[in-house]
């Protein structure tokens, strides 16, 4: 494993401000003392976190979404995954967001574990889970989601993936975490 000297390399808040209160995201700019003593300003979001979920059904195909998001302007597909509600256990909101976006129930839970998405300007975290041996019991969607849901094979993903029709960060990764899990 890499190992690095953390304490060379702290950089210590001096001054914070919060310059947007956001539904979703808050924004902060904090003067910061760096390690050579000097001083710089660090803006950075903060948010919730989340989960995502490669949910395997009983014939070995990945559970997929086709969700627009604004931002791009486009339709994505992506692993299911949702925002942590406040005091809500990381497994226990994968086992909501499942249900509420694809509307299958997981009797098996598997974290696999975590990845910060956006290190550079958030302190947002995505934990990462697999849910298999699923059973259908109908979606519940949240007011203004709208989705679609399809299967994918796990050739069909790597297909996918290499032709550039999945290109969500958080999908990705899971999936190349879970990997050898998969197969």
């Not at 953390?6 to 390399?9: H, I, N, R, T, Y």
């Not at 979404?65 to 925002?83: C, D």
């Given at each position: 494993m890499l190992k690095t000297n953390?304490?060379?390399?702290t950089e210590t808040q001096l001054e914070t401000e919060q310059v947007f209160d956001g539904v979703l995201l808050n924004v902060h700019r904090d003067k910061v003392r760096l390690p050579d003593g000097k001083t710089g300003i660090r803006e950075y979001i903060t948010h919730p976190g989340a989960v995502a979920i490669i949910?395997?059904?009983?014939?070995?195909?990945?559970?997929?979404?086709?969700?627009?998001?604004?931002?791009?302007?486009?339709?994505?597909?992506?692993?299911?995954?949702?925002?942590?509600?406040?005091?809500?256990?990381?497994?226990?909101?994968?086992?909501?967001?499942?249900?509420?976006?694809t509307g299958y129930?997981?009797?098996?839970?598997?974290?696999?574990?975590?990845m910060h998405p956006c290190i550079g300007y958030s302190n947002e975290r995505i934990?990462?889970?697999?849910?298999?041996?699923?059973?259908?019991?109908?979606h519940a969607w949240d007011e203004g989601e709208f989705l679609e849901l399809l299967s994918l094979s796990l050739d069909e993903v790597r297909a996918a993936v290499s032709a550039g029709e999945i290109t969500d960060g958080k999908t990705m990764t899971a999936l190349f975490m879970a990997l050898d899990r998969l197969v």
């Open positions: 953390e304490d060379a390399l949910a395997i059904l009983p014939d070995g195909r990945l559970i997929f979404e086709r969700q627009y998001r604004y931002p791009l302007h486009r339709a994505f597909l992506e692993i299911p995954a949702g925002k942590i509600d406040a005091g809500e256990a990381i497994e226990a909101c994968a086992r909501r967001e499942l249900r509420e976006e129930e997981a009797a098996s839970w598997e974290h696999v574990g975590v934990e990462v889970f697999i849910a298999r041996d699923l059973t259908h019991v109908g």
